[in-house]
């Protein structure tokens, strides 16, 4: 059982390393709320523009945020002294949990984020 305490990720630094990856990855429909928000465009351009990034580049916005998560990995794992193969050998059962966990919470993060808060900011601004 202290193996598997050791290995769990707190929620602070999960979300720090999930944080910036999640909303890049949203940023094809972040952006026109942002646009929006700050007075940068009309409603008209921001619901096209939203069309334009979500309905053409939406996966370049998420392949972007899968690599950055994974850059976040790799520096996560380097300040815990995990640098090299063989240390990944070793540690084989942290990077591994530590790596599904991470998934799993950018996956749920992307998900609640995009699909609950984008999204009903953009219905309360009448985007979409």
């Known amino acids: 059982m202290a193996l598997f305490a050791r290995t769990l990720m707190r929620p602070k630094e999960l979300l720090k390393l999930t944080g910036i990856p999640v909303v890049i990855a949203s940023l094809c429909c972040l952006s ?9 465009g ?8 939203a069309d334009t990034l979500y309905g053409e ?21 380097r300040r815990k002294k995990i640098c090299t193969l063989s240390d990944v050998q070793k ?13 799993f ?10 699909y609950v808060v984008v999204h009903y900011i953009g219905v309360w ?3 979409w």
């Open 125 to 127: 601004l009448h985007i």
């Open 91 to 103: 540690h084989r059962r942290e990077v591994l949990n530590t790596v599904l966990v991470a998934l």
């Open 105 to 114: 919470a950018g996956i749920a993060g992307y998900v609640f984020f995009l």
């Open 42 to 49: 009309s409603v008209s351009f921001a619901a096209s523009l």
């Open 57 to 77: 580049y939406k996966w370049v916005f998420r392949a972007v945020g899968l690599v950055l998560l994974l850059a976040a990995l790799i520096v996560y794992l």
């Open 32 to 40: 026109p709320v942002v646009v929006v928000i700050f007075g940068l």
